[in-house]
């Protein structure tokens, strides 16, 4: 997908993607939250309205991959600090990018037509995380959600090849553990 997009699109589904930022959380962005290394998220942008984070837990900080530092090095060299110094900003008027227009109307047109939600990134990290081995509590802590039931029922979907592995694995350890024979 990332190498289909153009800029600004290609930078914003990075950012999406590799820190489970949400949408408003994406349009809250500034460069002066990002040092290189951490992106703090501080604030959203809820159609005009900026404002604090849905929750405290959500207030914090994102690490950022390598791949992700040279992609956001790249696009600040094409889209450099100005206005309020939004992130990711409209070119005309300095504000924070209509991402919904952006999915809506130009991204499909780069992707063969299909459409997604922001949120389909944020659940996607959650769920490959958790196929990667990461723990629960872990994930919980890079999607900032404030209660870890939140992670483990919306965010982890269920892989029944991990379950019929961990299954037959519990068949096995049964039988040596207790002697039950087959």
Not at 52 to 73: M, P
Request: hydrophobic share 35%; aromatic share 8%.
């Amino acid at each position: 997908m990332l190498d289909k997009l153009p800029e600004p699109a290609r930078t914003v589904c990075a950012v999406a993607a590799s820190t489970g930022a949400s949408r408003s959380e994406l349009r809250g962005l500034k460069w002066s939250d990002y040092d290189g290394e951490n992106i703090k998220v501080q604030r959203k942008v809820w159609n005009t309205v900026v404002s604090a984070t849905k929750t405290e837990a959500r207030e914090g900080r994102i690490y950022v991959v390598r791949i992700l530092q040279n992609i956001l090095r790249k696009y600040k060299t094409e889209y450099p600090e100005a206005g309020d110094g939004w992130m990711f900003r409209g070119e005309k008027l300095l504000r924070p990018l209509d991402l919904d227009k952006l999915s809506r109307r130009e991204i499909p047109q780069h992707i063969n037509g299909a459409r997604f939600g922001w949120h389909a990134f944020r659940r996607g990290l959650g769920t490959r995380l958790n196929e990667m081995g990461v723990p629960d509590n872990d994930i919980q802590n890079i999607l900032r959600h404030a209660d870890i039931s939140t992670t483990q029922a919306y965010y982890i979907l269920p892989n029944m090849e991990r379950a019929k592995a961990g299954l037959k694995k519990l068949g096995t350890v049964a039988q040596r553990k207790y002697g039950i024979k087959v």
